[in-house]
C-alpha cells in the first residue's frame, strides 16, 4: 500500500511541474511565435545565468540589450533557482529587468522545493 500511495505522490508532482511548466509557457505568449529570454538568478541572489553566461545580477539589463541586443518587447522569463528568499530575489531581478526597458517579463520561483511534501510524515 505504501508503494501505491508513493507512486500517486510521484504523479502528482509531476502533474504540478507540468502544469507549472504549461503556465509559465502561456503567461509568456502561447499564442506568440517568440521565444522568451531566461534569466536563471542563482541562490545567492547575486549572480544570474543568461545563455549561459555568469553575469552579476545588477548588470542584466544592460547585458540583455547591449551585448546580447535583444528587443524590449521580446518576452524575458526569470527563474529563481532554490527556495531562500525566492520571491525577494526574483521580484529584484524582475525589476532590474524592467528598468532597462524590458516590458514582458515574468519570474518563476518555489516557495518550497519541487516534490517536497508540506507535512512530514
Not at 36 to 47: E, N, Y
Not at 90 to 106: M, P
Request: hydrophobic letters at 35%.
Amino acid at each position: 500500500m505504501l508503494e501505491a500511495m508513493s507512486g500517486s505522490r510521484e504523479r502528482i508532482r509531476m502533474l504540478r511541474f507540468t502544469w507549472l511548466a504549461a503556465a509559465t509557457m502561456c503567461a509568456l505568449g502561447c499564442a506568440g511565435d517568440e521565444q522568451s529570454i531566461t534569466v536563471r538568478v542563482l541562490a545567492d541572489g547575486q549572480r544570474c545565468v543568461v545563455s549561459n553566461y555568469d553575469i552579476s545580477c545588477k548588470d542584466i539589463g544592460r547585458y540583455l540589450r547591449e551585448t546580447l541586443q535583444i528587443a524590449r518587447d521580446r518576452p524575458v522569463s526569470i527563474q529563481v533557482d532554490g527556495t531562500e528568499r525566492s520571491e525577494d530575489r526574483g521580484h529584484r531581478v524582475r525589476e532590474l529587468v524592467r528598468a532597462a526597458g524590458y516590458s514582458r517579463v515574468i519570474s518563476v520561483g518555489f516557495i518550497t522545493e519541487p516534490g517536497e511534501d508540506k507535512e512530514k510524515r
